[in-house]
């Protein structure tokens, strides 16, 4: 009898390719949802100035906002049921280790950050295109392509980074609850009394200007680290919180 | 012939329960082995075990002489089914089937598509819309086609018609005869297995309480077969585990420590000795000497 001496990069390309397979309903909430958000970019403001009875002005705000609300959103939804037992004990159907299983998540989390980001840079040109063809005159507030070449790449990490936190922070959170044997109500009080009682010793200025000190930065590098490191420790708890987790118990 | 398991007073509880205390046994390569027991004794659990999902609490556990749990190589050489595997229910069983091809090595595609063909299982069909039985059906054909190295049948035949079992259980004679491996099997019908084992691991009180050959086991007890009077001439009372009546006859089942004179001297008095079956033996092993479910009635 022979046996097979696999290496990990081995499994966990073959993992990540089981991933995609598998949770490719997530890309079709994805479309879902940004699909949904479409009814709150046109109807998010809106405002009539009357100059007499028969002349009035009216004027109407369309904004991606929505879209990366929804885009966040759907990244906790996500994350969050990566790490629920169910996917646990699926991915445990075929050759896993708990390794591989965090590392194809991970990579699967990053991919879907990208096609976010993708999509939310697509969204802007759709939104002038539909606002053209519903508005008979449209002002831009955002720069083209052409007037501002870098801001677009920007944007496009900015949501990528986003996506990717809110990814972390829904996995960890299901990481959680799964310990706890589903008890994710229990989870959500305790992270909300630790907010709350970190909030009452420190004061809210101290948690703005934390969140400042996150989130606010100009600086490019300073965010991506920032955003890395972030990310890399919310991915280390769930790894640890899980790293003696039994699977295919029930 | 190399050793694929080897369990040295391994315990297993879940806080105060105990599941397994000081569980010693030892599993060679391709046998054939069956893990029976009463229910709730822990078969899945030493078969999880096993697999790599459940951690042992205490004692050396060593599979592919690895720890199991959290392990690639194991893994890697083992495939764990039951009648609850849990594939994403979105997919279709061509999806997994396809998935199992890039996961197994020793895959067999060409014997997966032949015996979903066989039970009527069509591969474009998801996970979900698929009956007790079905799923089942298509679990043991994934078990049966991945010639694992260590290949785990929890109850796999959970929700089979007897036909379907039938055919499972001679498909997978017939593949371990020309790709030897080593099969755990355990089943709540062990009159149904027992032609096929090779080996019986018997868990019983938290231990191993027989680990031998299947003929070992049916060699354990005997039945005799005559007039009760004229069987207590030979045998005292506290030899007998079983009893049952068949009109002027007793059927008695005793502990195989009877010697050459006694039972000459038996078959000179008419008295039938007769071998028993491994189900037979099980449940003569397994019975609690509390009595039987009429004694609940009484």
């Known amino acids: 009898m022979y046996l097979n001496e696999p290496r990990q990069l081995d499994i966990l390309k073959q993992q990540l390719r089981f991933k995609l397979n598998s ?43 929505p879209h990366i609300t929804f885009m966040i959103a759907w990244a906790f939804f996500i994350g969050v049921r990566l790490a629920n037992q169910s996917k646990w004990n699926e991915a445990f159907s075929f050759v ?39 508005y008979e005159e449209i002002d831009t507030l955002t720069s083209t392509i052409t007037e501002a070449p870098l801001h677009l790449p920007l944007q496009f990490i900015t949501v990528v980074c986003y996506t990717l936190l809110l990814f972390m922070i829904g996995y960890m959170m299901g990481s959680f609850s799964q310990t706890l044997n589903g008890y994710g109500g ?49 991915f280390a708890i769930s790894t640890l919180v899980t790293s003696h987790l039994e699977v295919r118990k029930s | 012939m190399m050793t694929i398991i080897e369990c040295k007073n391994v315990t297993k509880s879940y806080r105060s329960k105990t599941i397994f205390n ?37 004692g050396s556990f060593e599979v592919f002489s690895e720890r199991p749990f959290n392990s690639l190589k194991v893994s890697s050489n083992s495939i764990f089914v039951d009648d609850l595997m849990p594939f994403p229910q979105s997919m279709t069983m061509n999806d997994i089937l396809n998935e199992c091809r890039r996961f197994y090595f020793r895959w067999d595609h060409d014997l997966a598509l032949r015996l979903m063909n066989y039970f009527s299982l069509h591969p474009q069909l998801k996970i979900r819309v ?34 379907v079992r039938k055919d499972f259980y001679r498909a997978l004679l017939k593949d371990y005869i020309a790709h030897p491996r080593t099969i755990l099997l355990s089943s709540h019908h062990v009159e149904e297995i027992e032609h096929l084992l090779e080996d019986v691991l018997l868990i019983d009180n ?52 009877l010697t050459d004179d006694t039972l000459e001297a038996m078959r000179k008095d008419n008295i039938r000795i007769s071998p028993i079956s491994a189900n037979e033996a099980y449940v003569a092993l397994t019975q609690r000497t509390k009595g039987g479910i009429d004694d609940v009635f009484k």
């Open chain 2, 130 to 163: 698929l009956s007790k039985g079905k799923r089942s059906t298509f679990n043991a054909i994934i078990g049966i086609s991945s010639r694992s190295p260590l290949t785990i049948f929890d109850e796999p035949t959970t929700g089979m018609d007897a036909v």
């Open chain 1, 96 to 134: 896993s280790t708990r390794l591989t299983h965090h590392l194809s998540n991970l990579l699967f989390m990053l991919l879907a950050s990208f096609l976010a980001g993708f999509m939310v840079i697509l969204i802007g040109p759709a939104l002038r295109l539909l606002a053209n063809l519903r």
């Open chain 2, 206 to 257: 938290h231990k191993v309480l027989f680990h031998d050959s299947i003929t070992a086991l049916q060699e354990t007890f005997l039945h005799i077969t005559g007039k009760e009077q004229l069987i207590l001439k030979h045998i005292s009372r506290e030899d007998i585990i079983a009893t049952k009546e068949t009109g002027p006859y007793v059927i008695l089942t005793v502990k195989n420590q």
């Open chain 1, 186 to 234: 229990l989870v959500m009080i305790f992270f909300l009394s630790i907010i709350f009682f970190i909030t009452f010793i420190l004061g809210f200025q101290m948690i703005g200007a934390s969140i400042l000190f996150l989130f606010n930065e100009s600086y490019l590098p300073f965010f991506l680290i920032k955003i890395i490191g972030l990310c890399t420790i919310l």
């Open chain 1, 23 to 65: 949770n490719a309903s997530a890309f079709t909430i994805l479309i879902a949802f940004q699909l949904f958000a479409l009814l709150f970019s046109f109807s998010s403001s809106s405002s009539s100035h009357y100059f007499d009875e028969t002349s009035y002005i009216s004027i109407n705000a369309v904004t991606s906002t």
């Open chain 2, 22 to 58: 000081e569980l010693n046994f030892t599993i060679k390569e391709n046998s054939l082995t069956g893990i029976i027991g009463r229910n709730g004794v822990g078969k899945t659990t030493l078969m999880k075990m096993i697999a790599g999902f459940v951690q042992e609490s205490s």
